[in-house]
T-cell receptor, first 116, second 111 residues
Framework: GAVVSQHPSRVICKSGTSVKIECRSLDFQATTMFWYRQFPKQSLMLMATSNEGSKATYEQGVEKDKFLINHASLTLSTLTVTSAHPEDSSFYIC????????????FGSGTQLSVL | GQNIDQPTEMTATEGAIVQINCTYQTSGFNGLFWYQQHAGEAPTFLSYNVLDGLEEKGRFSSFLSRSKGYSYLLLKELQMKDSASYLCAVELYNQGGKLIFGQGTELSVKP
């Protein structure tokens, strides 16, 4: 089945630094990638939808200048958390929308971000 | 607005049967997913219901009633490894696969 590789799996950084998270589709092309965030003991919240070759669509309350999304190719989407603060510490996870509508939505392995 | 409700926690005994309920009120509905998530890991797909009725897949079954905005996940012959969070998610209609998640049900299986 289709696989999406997400890196890094875990990152610890100092407050004020920027962190880039990559999601790469290994054997398929993803025109659309969903980015979710999950705080401890809470469910997944959709942050934004990235579309290859165009601007991402952000959910209400998500700062587009803080969470930069790039989807420059059909196999790579990135989320950059700029000037990270401790409150940005969370589990970030991507999920591709596949071309085949019968494919079930699945997720990357997730990135645990801890900002000190 | 979108609203999906599930119990926060449930406890069951190894070998037993447990039913996790999910009710939803959303602006549009395309289908309903159930995912299993272990701590620190990504969710893994369990089931997808589009039509009313029961879908059975091994020890796991999922039921949907669109008219009632209700679904449940049934786990049989519980094993210790089934201890996890179970997420109910609604796929919104005509929004390119966007999912709205419930808060998840933390299931603890006791010996």
């Amino acid at each position: 089945g289709a696989v999406v590789s997400q890196h890094p799996s875990r990152v610890i950084c100092k407050s004020g630094t920027s962190v880039k998270i990559e999601c790469r589709s290994l054997d398929f092309q993803a025109t659309t990638m969903f980015w979710y965030r999950q705080f401890p003991k809470q469910s997944l919240m959709l942050m934004a939808t990235s579309n290859e070759g165009s601007k991402a669509t952000y959910e209400q309350g998500v700062e587009k200048d803080k969470f930069l999304i790039n989807h420059a190719s059909l196999t790579l989407s990135t989320l950059t958390v700029t000037s990270a603060h401790p409150e940005d510490s969370s589990f970030y996870i991507c999920s591709p929308r596949l071309q085949d509508p019968n494919e079930k939505l699945f997720f990357g392995s997730g990135t645990q971000l801890s900002v000190l | 607005g979108q609203n999906i409700d599930q119990p926060t926690e449930m406890t069951a005994t190894e070998g037993a049967i447990v039913q996790i309920n999910c009710t939803y009120q959303t602006s549009g509905f395309n289908g309903l997913f159930w995912y299993q998530q272990h701590a620190g890991e990504a969710p893994t797909f369990l089931s997808y219901n589009v039509l009313d009725g029961l879908e059975e897949k091994g020890r796991f079954s999922s039921f949907l009633s669109r008219s009632k905005g209700y679904s449940y996940l049934l786990l049989k012959e519980l094993q210790m490894k089934d201890s996890a969070s179970y997420l109910c998610a609604v796929e919104l209609y005509n929004q390119g696969g966007k999912l709205i998640f419930g808060q998840g049900t933390e299931l603890s299986v006791k010996p």
